[in-house]
């Protein structure tokens, strides 16, 4: 990112939310992304996927200048690209747990991804709950099934909104070690919002949000 601006018009006027925003991430790179509530880090997730665009400045994923895509281009950037995974593990209940990590892999015919689906389901540990529905498993397994999901097209670019957020501390914990894990062998940058000081620690580098604008702590 690059001198990122974004503002919202409200009745009271302009909102900048996202006030000059720097910083890199590198594949194999986890990142926290912490601050109080309205400090902007889900705008600022939003942004690098493409949810919203900038009001000014540059979001630059493996040389592609996200702000500028449209049509094609930016459908193309959110299937391929980038993976989200949300505090809500957002699964369809009537589904099994393969079908949904494969849920992405539709619009391309899903044959060419079963292997890598079991393979993906293996990494997170429950390679066993392939044909299990959603609505047998735990949070823990229901997250764990969301990040597969989020990394069957191999993105480069992983976001995380509040991952852990429904977790105990023992689930939180270790779907963040995983997601660690899981960003090296993958060599998938990861940038993560998270209001757990305990999970930030456990991350490559982390950057505070507050006011719009972010320094690394």
Known sequence: MRDVVKEFTTPAGTLRVLD???????????????????????????????LEKPTAGTVLVDGVDVGGLSGAALQEYRARRVGFIFQ??????????????????????CAANQGRCGEL???VGIADKAGAYAWQLSGGQRQRVAIARALVNSPGLL?????????????AIAVTELLHQLAKTHQVAVVMVTHNAEVAQRC????????????WE
């Open 20 to 50: 000059g925003v720097s910083f890199e991430v590198s594949a194999g790179e986890m990142v926290a992304v912490t601050g109080p509530s309205g400090s902007g880090k889900t705008t600022l997730i939003s942004v690098i996927g493409s």
């Open 159 to 171: 976001l995380c909104d509040e991952p852990t957020g429904n977790l105990d501390r023992e689930n």
């Open 121 to 123: 389901l293996d990494q």
């Open 88 to 109: 809500e593990h957002r699964l369809l209940p009537q589904l099994s747990a393969a079908e949904n990590v494969l849920m992405p892999t539709l619009a391309g015919g």
């Open 204 to 215: 490559d580098r982390r950057m505070k949000m507050a006011g719009g604008k972010a320094q």
